[in-house]
């Protein structure tokens, strides 16, 4: 809380919020994080292709490995297919504590690395969600990712969550977008 100074946060107004949101990947990051912080604001936030957050996040080591499973059911020559959406896959960020589950750790070291190494702001902060992927049309997908920000996530599994308005509540951000197979391609090829 050093860190942020609420006198200067709280002269934003809504609307400086949304457009920090909308606007800047590390705008976004800080609105979010003082929300969590404070338990202002509201619980759920949603972003969408015309988010720079959700640009950013479109190109994050997590997607990038939720679009390698979801490829991964096609060969080369496949055009996309709604027989093969895929359905609440589980992208872990931070290796798994509760139960303790070693083999998660090399995974985890390599994502962060990764996420560290392109600065991708929206991935450390959104850390492990989950992921649908739907068939739009031969040429696009729908994606929609989702996460629960709370003190539990926070420390690595532990403790319970709370519910706002207390500092540390739950926060719900949800990743709507589509992609086209260019977008899949490329997306697909570089973490």
């Given amino acids: 809380m050093n860190l942020i100074n609420k006198q200067e946060v709280e002269v934003l107004s809504t609307l400086n919020k949304n457009q920090l949101l909308t606007e800047s990947e590390i705008g976004a990051a800080g609105v979010i994080l003082y929300e969590f912080a404070t338990g202002d604001g509201p619980s759920t936030r949603y972003f969408t292709n015309a988010d720079s957050f959700a640009i950013s996040f479109m190109s994050s080591p997590g997607m990038h490995w939720v679009l390698n499973q979801y490829m991964s059911q096609y060969d080369s020559l496949s055009p996309f297919d709604s027989c093969l959406n895929m359905y609440d896959c589980r992208y872990q960020f931070s290796p798994v504590l509760v139960p303790f589950d070693l083999t998660t750790w090399d995974f985890s070291l390599n994502q962060h690395f990764a996420t560290w190494e392109g600065r991708n702001f929206s991935q450390i902060i959104v850390g492990s969600f989950n992921a649908d992927i739907q068939y739009v049309s031969d040429s696009t997908l729908q994606v929609h990712a989702w996460n629960k920000t709370s003190k539990k996530s926070l420390f690595l599994g ?34």
Avoid at 170 to 190: A, K, P, Y
């Fill in 158 to 191: 532990l403790g319970n969550r709370w519910q706002r308005p207390l500092p540390l509540c739950t926060i719900d951000q949800h990743f709507i977008f589509e992609l086209s197979m260019g977008d899949v391609r490329r997306l697909t090829t570089c973490p």
